[in-house]
């Protein structure tokens, strides 16, 4: 009805006088509801004395809402710009203190754990000493009691007091480094003493043969019992390789001893002792950070240089010890590595490098040679190979292996107490034989073995423990 009226008066002013300026608008109000609006212009008035309508109206509050909204965001409720920069600069500052506080409280922390550290490591090396003094002190002999013997008649010896064998010290003196002769010493405590004199004469003083002397080049004919030199000191130094420079270089003397423990994934430290007795104390006087990561227990040392394995690959490294860099690096061809040919015992032995009088050589294998030994001789500036021979015995079928005077000797097994050399290879005759020379395996888990040309006797190491062994080598035959 509305609707209606209000067409009606439409229809009635437009057909009066401002007829041709009146306007009729549709459009919906604020609640959304649709509104018709009828305008006619004034016939007096130029302008209303009031500008605006619910249109400016709506965009004024949005415009105030606006500026509420913008004075929050900005805080120029609480003090304007400058209020809201010092207050960020406030918690900043409090954030950053409190990072401070928390650096210094770790400092502090680390400091104490370093300085107990330190104590621990004292205490440590107390306790080693004193194990290491307990360890070699003598324990008093425990003989058994026999009763004093009528002195022999014309046999020209003269007995000591006390009943003792007059040649006993001939018993004794082959086991001056070994710790072995208690087996044989008891043989003699029982018995006719006659017959141990006599018994004493036949064993310990055989005839001279011309090769009482280490000074030959010829076979190997014994392996002297062995001498301890060191016990590592953690699991890291289970497997290991120490060694001497046969020819060193300035500035390290011929003395000098070095060692690498071998235990891990990230082995580099090469540690250096200034001499045996040195390095039975444990006091290093140089340790160096290799450049790459070593391989196993098959290290050397030559003229100045440490030769290695590089870990997981055939690489051969040489190490310039003076300038403590790499001088060389070269692939040993079609050598197997990482586990494919290594020695009876593993630790990736796969190439086993070693010194002798004839210079540098490593022992390894290839799929051609199907497992059996290859030794090559390298030349020891460019790592080329110069030479190579290869062998009937299967390398992984012996525990280990080194050489002297351009033979090759393997070693039978590496736990068995009572080992045996059991092979051994001539390079001048490229021909292998079987042989029987006893070897004791004191720890019983020998790692590593090699010729010490320096002091021309084997080093090596048994579970742990530093070990060397005297040699008795045949004089060299005349061609």
């Known amino acids: 009805m509305f609707l209606l009226l209000s067409l009606c008066v439409c229809g009635l002013l437009l057909r009066g006088d401002a007829q041709d300026r009146a306007a009729l608008w549709r459009g919906n109000d604020r609640s959304g509801r649709c509104q018709y609006t009828f305008t006619v212009p004034s016939p007096t008035e130029s302008s209303c004395p009031q500008t605006g309508g619910p249109e400016m109206e709506n965009i004024k509050a949005r415009l105030n809402l606006l500026e509420v909204l913008v004075s929050r965001l900005t805080g120029q409720d609480a003090g304007g710009p400058q209020a809201v920069g010092g207050r960020a600069q406030a918690d900043l500052q409090e954030a950053l203190n409190r990072a401070v506080g928390e650096r210094n409280q770790l400092h502090e922390e680390k400091e104490r754990l370093e300085r107990e550290l330190g104590a621990l490591q004292r205490r440590m090396e107390e306790m080693r000493r004193e194990t290491e003094r307990l360890r070699n002190k003598p324990c008093p002999p425990q003989t058994p009691m026999v009763p004093p013997s009528p002195p022999l008649q014309n046999s020209g010896v003269m007995r000591p007091a006390g009943g003792s064998n007059p040649v006993s010290h001939l018993v004794s003196r082959p086991n001056r480094q070994g710790d072995s002769s208690s087996l044989r010493d008891s043989a003699w405590q029982y018995g006719h003493p006659g017959y141990q004199e006599l018994k004493a004469a036949v064993t310990e003083i055989p005839a001279p043969d011309g090769s009482d002397d280490n000074t030959g080049c010829g076979e190997l004919i014994s392996v002297a019992n062995p001498v301890t030199h060191r016990k590592a000191d ?36 090469l540690f250096g002792y200034d001499d045996m007795e040195q390095l039975s104390k444990g006091f290093p006087s140089k340790v160096l950070l290799l450049p ?32 403590e860099s790499i001088a060389a690096r070269r692939d040993l061809p079609h050598a ?13 032995t796969d190439i086993d490098l070693s010194v002798d009088e004839q210079g540098l050589w490593a022992v390894y294998s290839t799929s051609k040679a199907k497992g059996a030994i290859v030794i090559s001789q390298l030349d020891p500036h460019s790592l080329e190979v110069k030479r190579s021979w290869e062998t009937n015995i299967r390398k992984t079928s012996v525990a280990n292996s080194f050489i002297i005077c351009g033979r090759l000797y393997t070693l039978s097994s590496y736990s068995a107490a009572n080992a045996t050399i059991n092979y051994m290879y001539d390079t001048a005759t490229s021909q292998g034989k079987a042989i029987a020379v006893p070897f004791r395996n004191k720890y019983m ?22 070990v060397s062994y005297d040699l008795k080598l045949g004089r060299t035959q005349a061609n």
């Open 336 to 348: 197997g590595f990482h586990g494919q040919y290594p020695y009876s015992w593993g630790g990736y």
């Open 292 to 323: 790459e990561l070593v391989e196993s227990t098959g290290a050397t040392m030559y003229r100045g240089s440490l030769y290695y394995q590089r870990r997981r690959s055939r690489t051969l490294i040489r190490y310039d010890l003076p300038s």
């Open 234 to 269: 953690n699991i890291a130094g289970k497997y290991g390789v120490w060694m001497q420079d046969p020819e060193a270089m300035s500035p390290y003397g011929p003395d000098m001893v070095w060692r690498i423990d071998t235990v891990g994934t990230e082995v580099r430290q």
């Open 445 to 466: 888990y020998t790692c590593m073995i090699d010729y010490n040309l320096a002091q021309r006797k084997l080093f090596a190491w048994d579970n742990y423990h530093l």
